[in-house]
């Protein structure tokens, strides 16, 4: 376990925005979203003041090494007297997730109040009954998710699950390398850049990008359109036309190892604050929007405590900052407005569309629909066979 | 005629008391009266004699029991199937037929707004989705309750003009969507007739399920409790009479307790008790059911309906312009909602269903804002407005859907819980009321028994 505070890399994209942000946030607060203190009551909800919390690497706003500015753990630590044990292990979906089955699902006292699992994994946590629902008297803030992900069709109304960060799995590459712009998928499967092309370790977005250059949509996947998708990709790891990569995809197109590759949108735009030729692009065909999504594990122990920290980072003030440091889209409503109103830093940010798509680029963004389990989990197989 | 011989004297024995008088000869009638009195005395003797009082009694309350038994058991089993039908069958069926308005409106609103989108250029992709989505839900609910209704004719009947209908109001929209891709005249109409159909078809069908199986619950709730009161009555009397026989047997033979009889009153006890108990619990957790769940369910799914009638009316307006009657037809839609909305305020009884319906109030004046500015102009709207439509209004629109269904959610859970308990209580009913009284017979039996062999 990690342990509190979570320190990182100091990022100066980053750096510039926190001690304005924070004042700025206050004043933009009701623009669009709100922000409900009401306590509710906790009785039968376990602790209030503990919280162990299993999240991805590099995944919140940290305290700034000279102390200025304090991350949110430090500042709910203040506000709320809310202490977070936070573990930042969770490492993908597949082998990272037995680390969710093990020490939250299959044990009777979870060692996490909560977790953030991709939305397809949350999906299935909730259809197997493992997640206790959000206590909605602790969480007022509730009411600032957008209703964008309220429409899931496996926790309509989120009341499993909250969105933590959205990410769109499209296209990053070195204009430079490539000698020309990128603007579609099938870019990726071009021959003259063979063996320079990175392809990401998760099927649900390589499959998904495969089938929406085949003409298929992985929101609504048939089993033709999927293993159409997967023999797309099978050929194209096979003839070495793709290297699969994980989350060191930027550290690789940094390098000059990739021109271009599968890429999230908020390591990107991490990468961009060093790298601002580097580019990113939903392309043509569309991309894949997808989500982590915080659920309570069953039985845990400090349910209230977990209701606390919900709704203490959907209160677009604190969201923002965890926005601006992790470059990922916000499910809370409000935060362009704060950022917006944070200064031209923050108005840079709130103008970004990839942190902010419009209605057009929402209008590309696919997020996959799900196949029936047995099939998942063969295509699942099947593709991490082709993975090394 | 009975004859009565003495039996002949030895010749030796000795004579005790000396040899009465012999008998005066008496009249034949008055011999016959007194040998007529003499045949009847033994018989009276057994009804006052404790082995004969132990026989009658333990008869007669053996009958009494087996009464019971079969009263009891008939019951039980009319109480407890009642309320397992209810909660296999009827209140799914409830439940079905709102959510089944709620994909129809759904499907509607949706619809409309595809093809609003449609009118200015690209039709809305995730607005199409939730449409398509919404009628395979509207088709497998259709479906489902179809088999929850039984053999109700009415419904049935309903529910096949439901799939029909679906059928053809698929047809329309598509056919809708097609005039628009292709820019023809045509879309509007198309879209129209689709509506229509949902309003006045499907939802007088789907008015029908629901009211049959309102009909239905209110019967099954029913069931069960006249006879159910005539059992009671027989396991007082049943434990009336093993009172007198323990009473009886107290006072014959000085014994405290006859174990077996003991046993038999403990358990007819224990009947009555529980079916007072069960029959309380059922009432009490069918009331609730109905009280807390079902009409916080109706409330939301009026709520919901009327939500979605304003949203298909918005785009048509939008599309086509507003006239004084759909002003007015948005003017009710927007004051049913508000009326649902405080009706679900009052009827809330969490802190989270409080919670979720402020959330609620929260999301529906962000939609109401978001449209508001979009409703002044009285012809049909420029691209920019629909587009504006698109991105704030159907966006505050679906927040504000989907936190109705998250309250419908929680109100199914408070209508399956009670429904639930009413059917946990009376699990094991039947078997009581059927073990019980028959073990109270042998018991009687083997109590009146064992007293007769004392006297042996």
């Known amino acids: 376990m990690t342990g509190h505070p979570v320190t990182r890399r100091s990022l100066s994209r980053r750096n510039f925005l926190k001690g304005g942000l924070g004042l700025g946030a206050l004043g933009a607060l009701g623009l669009t979203g709100c922000s409900l203190t009401g306590a509710g009551n906790a009785s039968d909800l376990g602790g209030t003041t503990q919280l162990r919390m299993l999240n991805w690497v590099d995944y919140i706003d940290v305290t700034s090494e000279d102390g200025s500015s304090l991350?949110?753990?430090?500042?709910?630590?203040?506000?709320?007297?809310?202490?977070?044990?936070?573990?930042?292990?969770?490492?993908?979906?597949?082998?990272?997730?037995?680390?969710?089955?093990?020490?939250?699902?299959?044990?009777?006292?979870?060692?996490?109040?909560?977790?953030?699992p991709v939305n397809w994994r949350a999906a299935q946590m909730i259809e197997s009954d493992w997640v206790e629902p959000i206590p909605l008297e602790l969480v007022r803030n509730h009411v600032n998710l957008d209703p964008a992900f309220m429409t899931n069709s496996w926790d309509?109304?989120?009341?499993?699950?909250?969105?933590?960060?959205?990410?769109i799995t499209g296209i990053a590459y070195d204009p430079k390398l490539t000698g020309r712009a990128l603007t579609s998928i099938n870019d990726l499967f071009d021959p003259k850049f063979k063996g320079r092309v990175g392809l990401l370790g998760e099927m649900r977005e390589a499959v998904g990008l495969a089938m929406l250059a085949n003409g298929d949509d992985p929101s609504r996947p048939t089993l033709a359109g999927a293993e159409a998708g997967l023999n797309r990709v099978r050929e194209a790891i096979q003839t070495g036309q793709v290297k699969v990569v994980s989350d060191d995809f930027d550290e690789r197109l940094d390098s000059g190892e990739l021109v271009a590759t599968m890429a999230w949108s908020g390591d990107t735009a991490v990468l961009q604050g060093t790298r601002p030729d580097i580019e990113?692009?939903?392309?043509?065909?569309?991309?894949?929007?997808?989500?982590?999504?915080?659920v309570i594990p069953k039985r845990a122990a400090n349910i209230a405590a977990a209701g606390r920290f919900m709704n203490f980072v959907y209160d677009p003030a604190n969201a923002a900052l965890i926005t601006a440091y992790v470059g990922y889209i916000s499910p809370v409503l409000g935060v362009q407005d704060v950022l917006r109103a944070s200064g031209p830093d923050g108005a840079a940010l709130a103008g970004s569309p990839v942190l902010f798509p419009d209605a057009a680029a929402r209008n590309r963004l696919f997020t996959w629909g799900g196949l029936d389990a047995e099939t998942e989990t063969r295509l699942d197989d099947e593709f991490l066979r082709l993975v090394p | 005629m009975v004859t009565i011989t003495s039996p002949p004297r030895p010749p030796h024995a000795p004579v005790a008391n000396p040899a009465p008088a012999a008998p005066v000869a008496r009249p034949a009638r008055a011999r016959a009266r007194e040998l007529v009195q003499r045949d009847a005395e033994p018989r009276r003797w057994s009804r006052s004699n404790s082995p004969g009082w132990y026989r009658v009694w333990a008869v007669l309350t053996a009958a009494t029991l087996a009464v019971l038994c079969a009263v009891g058991s008939a019951a039980a089993i009319r109480s407890a199937g009642a309320t397992s039908l209810i909660q296999t069958d009827t209140a799914p069926a409830l439940l079905g037929s709102q959510d089944l308005f709620g994909s129809v409106s759904e499907a509607n609103a949706a619809a409309t707004a595809v093809v609003l989108s449609g009118a200015i250029g690209a039709e809305d992709r995730s607005r199409r989705s939730l449409y398509v989505q919404a009628l395979n839900r509207a088709s497998g609910q259709t479906e489902e309750l179809s088999t929850l209704v039984g053999e109700d004719t009415e419904s049935r009947d309903a529910l096949k003009q439901i799939a029909v209908a679906l059928t053809t109001y698929s047809g329309h929209m598509e056919a809708s969507r097609r005039e628009n891709a292709l820019r023809g005249n045509q879309a509007e109409a198309e879209l129209r007739t689709a509506l229509n159909l949902a309003s006045?078809?499907?939802a007088g069908a789907v008015d029908t399920v629901t009211d049959r199986s309102q009909d239905r619950f209110v019967e099954q709730r029913q069931q069960g409790r006249i006879i159910t009161l005539v059992a009671a009555g027989c396991a007082v009397v049943a434990l009336a009479a093993l009172l007198r026989l323990q009473a009886g047997t107290l006072a014959r033979s000085n014994r405290i307790v006859n174990?077996?009889?003991?046993?038999?009153?403990?358990?007819?006890?224990?009947?009555?008790?529980?079916?007072?108990?069960?029959?309380?619990?059922?009432?009490?957790?069918?009331?609730?059911?109905e009280t807390d769940g079902y009409r916080a369910i109706q409330a939301t799914a009026l709520l919901q309906r009327s939500a979605f009638e304003l949203q298909s009316q918005l785009s048509l307006d939008l599309l086509s312009g507003q006239t004084e009657t759909s002003e007015t037809r948005?003017?009710?839609?927007?004051?049913?909602?508000?009326?649902?909305?405080a009706a679900l305020?009052?009827?809330?009884?969490?802190?989270?269903?409080?919670?979720?319906?402020?959330?609620?109030?929260?999301?529906?004046?962000?939609?109401?804002?978001?449209?508001?500015?979009?409703?002044?102009?009285?012809?049909?709207?420029?691209?920019?407005?629909?587009?504006?439509?698109?991105?704030?209004?159907?966006?505050?629109?679906?927040?504000?859907?989907?936190?109705?269904?998250?309250?419908?959610?929680?109100?199914?859970?408070?209508?399956?819980?009670?429904?639930?308990?009413?059917?946990?209580?009376?699990?094991?009913?039947?078997?009581?009321?059927?073990?019980?009284?028959?073990?109270?017979?042998?018991?009687?039996?083997?109590?009146?028994?064992?007293?007769?062999?004392?006297?042996?």
């Open chain 1, 71 to 116: 991350g949110t753990l430090d500042r709910m630590r203040s506000e709320l007297g809310l202490q977070v044990a936070y573990d930042e292990s969770y490492t993908d979906s597949y082998d990272g997730f037995q680390i969710i089955l093990d020490r939250a699902v299959n044990v009777e006292n979870p060692e996490f109040d909560l977790v953030v």
């Open chain 2, 200 to 202: 006045k078809d499907m």
């Open chain 1, 280 to 294: 990113f692009v939903i392309p043509a065909e569309g991309a894949i929007q997808w989500f982590d999504a915080m």
């Open chain 2, 345 to 456: 305020s009052s009827i809330a009884d969490s802190d989270r269903e409080r919670a979720a319906i402020t959330e609620l109030g929260i999301r529906w004046d962000r939609y109401q804002k978001a449209t508001a500015p979009l409703v002044e102009g009285k012809g049909a709207a420029t691209p920019a407005t629909i587009s504006e439509f698109q991105s704030s209004g159907l966006s505050a629109f679906n927040g504000f859907n989907t936190t109705i269904e998250s309250v419908l959610l929680d109100n199914r859970s408070q209508f399956t819980s009670g429904v639930d308990d009413a059917a946990r209580a009376m699990r094991w009913l039947p078997w009581l009321a059927v073990i019980a009284p028959l073990v109270g017979i042998v018991g009687v039996l083997v109590g009146a028994q064992r007293r007769l062999g004392d006297y042996k």
């Open chain 2, 330 to 341: 948005r003017l009710q839609l927007t004051g049913s909602v508000n009326s649902n909305l």
């Open chain 1, 156 to 167: 309509r109304g989120s009341r499993y699950q909250m969105p933590w960060q959205a990410g």
């Open chain 2, 259 to 289: 174990l077996p009889m003991a046993v038999a009153t403990v358990l007819v006890a224990i009947e009555l008790v529980m079916l007072g108990y069960a029959g309380v619990v059922r009432s009490t957790a069918l009331g609730r059911a």
